[in-house]
């Protein structure tokens, strides 16, 4: 039990760093409410309920990750200027979809007869 508690807090905290790093990286966007309203707002929605344990929070978390990586994915080669900033997006989405996806494969996988 306490590994899923571990996993939802991991989940909320790295969605909170990636609204952080959302919200650092378009500081200077010419289009600051658009990039705010579609990229920091959705984890910074969603850190608190994962955070305390929501399983729809760390589902839909872990759905949004994967635009997210795809988006830094994107970033990475299209902009190498941009190219730290999407390296942290794509660890910190990383991060989301292993530690959202973390009580379902223990489930899954995990050691029978205990």
């Known amino acids: 039990m306490a590994a899923v508690a ?4 991991v989940t909320g905290a790295t969605l909170l760093a990636l609204a952080l790093l959302y919200a650092a990286w378009f500081r200077d966007d010419r289009h600051l409410l658009a990039s705010m309203l579609v990229f ?3 984890p910074l ?5 994962a955070w305390r344990g929501g399983r729809r929070a760390a ?3 872990g759905v949004l990750a994967l635009f997210w990586f795809s988006h830094g994915v ?3 080669w299209s902009h190498p200027a941009q190219r730290a ?8 989405s990383l991060v989301v ?3 959202s996806s973390w009580p ?11």
Do not use: D, N, Y
């Open 85 to 92: 900033w999407a390296w942290a997006e794509i660890v910190l």
């Open 97 to 99: 979809v292993v530690a």
């Open 74 to 76: 994107m970033a990475a």
């Open 40 to 42: 920091a707002l959705p």
């Open 59 to 61: 589902f839909w978390a």
């Open 45 to 49: 929605l969603l850190a608190w309920p």
């Open 6 to 9: 571990a996993s939802f807090r």
């Open 104 to 114: 379902g494969l223990r489930a899954r996988f995990g050691t029978r007869g205990r």
